[in-house]
């Protein structure tokens, strides 16, 4: 079960991101994310958070709408953001898009990339999107899409992560080990449409930036 997740942060161009709405079994928006749905053209099925920065043209149409909303106080111990989460997650989803994820709070930008990390041991997998970049957990082994030209960045979320394989990038990796904290896996290349990864013990974050 997909859903997609609207968040509060930066969407410059909303035909780029309309693609990963497509196949949506259900549509949360967090808080002022609310916003980026309804510019989008798109009726969400749920609107959670302390509602503080919806304006309020956005909050008639809710109503108008009878879209279903849940509002928690100011003063909580999550963010809007995970809020939504743990609402598809309780919902059934098992994969989830972040939209409007990343913004000009590096704190909150932060904080939805280490939300994957959380989500993903209780069987929820998670993408974070933009216009021309997607950030997404490897654990194991994965086929990834896109184009010759593209870069592939993977940043250890571990203390390391260790047996790393690659297939289709220009600076192969064959059974290496990259430690938490050094820049070892930034900006590779792919060679072709579709790259392999494969690790053996720990967890990349892998941010996937389409050349244009």
Request: aromatic share 6%; hydrophobic share 40%; proline share 3%.
């Amino acid at each position: 079960m997909k859903a997609v997740i609207f968040a509060g942060g930066t969407v410059d161009d909303y035909r780029l991101q309309k693609k990963y709405v497509v196949g949506a079994d259900i549509i949360i928006c967090a808080d002022s994310g609310v916003r980026h749905a309804f510019m989008m053209g798109i009726t969400p099925d749920l609107v959670v958070g302390d509602m503080d920065s919806v304006v309020p043209e956005d909050l008639n149409r809710i109503k108008e709408l009878g879209i279903e909303q849940e509002t928690f106080a100011a003063e909580k111990d999550f963010t809007d953001t995970e809020l939504a989460l743990e609402k598809a997650y309780q919902r059934g989803a098992t994969e989830a898009v972040i939209l409007g994820g990343i913004g000009d709070r590096p704190d909150h930008s932060l904080a939805n990339i280490l939300l994957m990390v959380n989500f993903k041991k209780r069987g929820l997998e998670i993408r974070l999107a933009g216009e021309n970049w997607e950030m997404f957990l490897i654990e194991g082994q994965v086929q990834i899409s896109g184009k010759k030209g593209d870069l592939l960045s993977l940043i250890p979320l571990s203390r390391e992560v260790s047996g790393i394989e690659t297939r289709g990038l220009y600076y192969p990796l064959k059974n290496e080990t990259i430690p938490m904290g050094t820049s070892r896996g930034i900006s590779n290349v792919f060679l072709g449409d579709e790259v392999m990864v494969r690790t053996k013990k720990g967890l990349l974050l892998a941010v996937k930036l389409a050349r244009t």
